[in-house]
């Protein structure tokens, strides 16, 4: 018997959202029913909803959850109901050919339900990274759901399903921060900040919060940033160089996605330095370098897809961290919301009101 939710549906490009009611399938072999408790609003939500992704209308947006599992399919033994788990937009599927050379972190196949979600009248919606968490219950392939200890606080939990884990590995492992390194952070929301916590537990020496907004950058003090850069008022590579003996720093971390960050960060790095980028783009952009530039400054050029995370051994890692006092997610949290209040989360995003707007379920209130 599908069960009859409520979900948040993009219908089409740049419209607003709506809440309206889906159709959700008792889990097959290999599936996972998840009883939402708590799904942060991610910028990657708007991107999907602005058609950036793809043009897959209509989606179910939502994919930084955590939850309760509630029923699991057969051949299912990782988790079982009653779990509390983290959702994953990665579950690496093990014979990809990345999964093979032993990288699963890049799995070109991760896995995902393979029933469909629906609206009322079966439209197939398409879940956004796979997941679809604002909705009550979702469905998702086993290997997605990360069990993790059940003491934490959902809204928290949730982060780490996508943006804290993106920033966090942007840093610690795409990235490679080591101890002593020098950092530049380009954008302080959600993700840019879990990069400068992540360069921080990693021993970064001083770790250069960019951003065009002082409220944004005053927050970034909060999660480890040793100074910060107004990029709308002054040149943030000229800035960068000053708070670093003229020479740049050694890991330049972009987390906006757009050209122009892309190329600060590019020039802020020192000699042989690393840029990562874990902003993502939307398909009009373009980014033009002299490749002198390129090739004389060495180093290397590296995007970020999740952090190169592997959840099954990031995230309970990371709420482990969290419980101990060495991770503070709650920091995070701006606001809690109802499902109906997604549309108003992403303009707050826009007007850069909020670090985490997170949609808490009946199940967790
Ligand atoms: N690679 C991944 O796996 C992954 C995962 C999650 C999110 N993301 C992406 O990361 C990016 C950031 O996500 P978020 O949720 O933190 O978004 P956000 O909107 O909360 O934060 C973006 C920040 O960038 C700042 N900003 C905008 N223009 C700037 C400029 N010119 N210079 C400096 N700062 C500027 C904004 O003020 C804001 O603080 C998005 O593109 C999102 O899609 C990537
Ligand atoms: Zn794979
Ligand atoms: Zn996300």
């Known amino acids: 018997m599908p069960h009859e939710v409520q979900g948040v549906i993009a219908r089409s490009k740049g419209s607003p959202v709506s809440v309206e009611t889906i159709r959700v399938p008792d889990p097959g072999p290999e599936e996972a029913l998840v009883r939402v408790q708590a799904c942060g609003v991610c910028h990657t939500d708007l991107h ?8 897959d209308f209509p989606f179910l947006l939502g994919h930084e959850a955590a939850g309760v599992v509630e029923a699991v399919g057969e051949g299912v ?13 990665r579950a690496p599927c093990g014979t990809c050919r990345s999964c093979l050379k032993g990288r699963p972190w890049y799995c070109f ?11 009322a009248d079966g439209t197939v919606l398409t879940a956004a990274l796979g997941i679809g968490a604002f909705a009550e219950v979702t469905l998702v392939d086993a290997a997605q759901a990360v069990k993790v200890d059940p003491t934490a606080s959902p809204a928290a939990a949730g982060l780490i399903g996508c943006g804290v884990m993106a920033g966090l590995g942007a840093a610690m492992y795409t990235g ?10 380009f954008g302080c929301g959600g993700v840019g900040n879990a990069a400068i916590q ?11 919060a960019v951003d065009i907004d002082e409220k944004k950058l005053e927050w970034a003090k909060g999660f480890g940033a040793t100074d910060t850069v107004n990029g709308g008022q002054v040149d943030p590579v000229e800035a960068i160089k000053d708070l670093t003996d003229g020479l740049g720093v050694d890991v330049a971390i972009e987390a906006v996605g757009r050209p122009e960050t892309m190329k600060q960060a590019f020039f802020a ?6 840029m990562v980028q874990v902003g993502v783009p939307d398909p009009t952009m373009t980014v033009e370098l002299p490749m002198l530039e390129f090739f004389g400054r060495g180093g290397a050029l590296k995007p970020s897809w999740y952090g190169d995370c592997l959840p099954s051994r990031d995230f309970p890692m990371l709420i482990d961290f969290y ?16 499902i109906d209040e997604v549309e108003d989360a992403f303009h707050k995003m826009e007007r850069g009101e909020v670090l985490r707007s997170v949609v808490m379920f009946d199940a967790a209130r």
């Open 176 to 185: 490679g921060v080591g101890r002593g390194d020098t950092v530049a952070v």
């Open 77 to 89: 033994h990782n988790v079982a109901p009653g779990d509390f788990v983290i959702l994953a937009w």
């Open 48 to 55: 999907y909803r602005e058609g950036a992704i793809t043009d």
């Open 109 to 119: 196949d991760s896995k995902n339900a393979t029933q469909p979600m629906t609206l």
């Open 269 to 274: 790095r020192d000699l042989a330095g690393t």
């Open 323 to 338: 419980l101990a006092g060495r991770l503070d997610l709650d920091r995070y949290v701006s606001e809690t919301i109802a």
């Open 198 to 208: 992540g360069s921080a537990l990693a021993g970064a020496r001083k770790i250069i």
